[in-house]
């Protein structure tokens, strides 16, 4: 059985930064595809990063790039997300994700194609 635990949301003012972390266990993440998509009240889930480590293939919203990063520690199964100059958009339930195998760089951030997700944790920024 698959799980993700995310962790590291808070609260924090415009222009502040933040670390997600997002712990897998059941398999070993080094050979899957895991992103970060977050979900704002009244809004649909997007997918903001998410990345195929064994190819070093990443891929970032539009909304986000620049501001935030993705890396994966393979031996901790850990995926982090790094959130810097925070804007009150960014406000939302970031929740981790990860599927088998790798998927095409233009469907990296397509929410239908992953099969694990975690419970989320929130990030709400200030203005």
């Known amino acids: 059985q698959v799980h993700l635990v995310e962790s590291g949301g808070g609260s924090v003012e415009t222009g502040g930064s933040l670390t997600l972390s997002c712990v897998a266990s059941?398999?070993?993440?080094?050979?899957?595809?895991m992103g970060w998509f977050r979900q704002a009240p009244g809004k649909e889930r997007e997918g903001v990063a998410a990345?195929?480590?064994?190819?070093?293939?990443?891929a970032y919203a539009d909304s986000v790039k620049g501001r935030f990063s993705i890396s994966q520690d393979s031996a901790k199964n850990t995926l982090y997300l790094v959130l810097n100059r925070l804007k009150p958009d960014d406000t939302a339930m970031y929740y981790c994700?990860?599927?088998?195998?790798?998927?095409?760089?233009?469907?990296?951030?397509?929410?239908?194609?992953?099969?694990?997700w975690g419970q989320g944790t929130q990030v709400t920024v200030s203005s």
């Open positions: 059941g398999y070993a993440g080094g050979g899957n595809t």
């Open positions: 990345m195929y480590a064994n190819y070093g293939v990443t």
């Open positions: 994700a990860a599927r088998p195998g790798l998927v095409g760089p233009s469907e990296l951030l397509s929410r239908s194609l992953y099969n694990y």
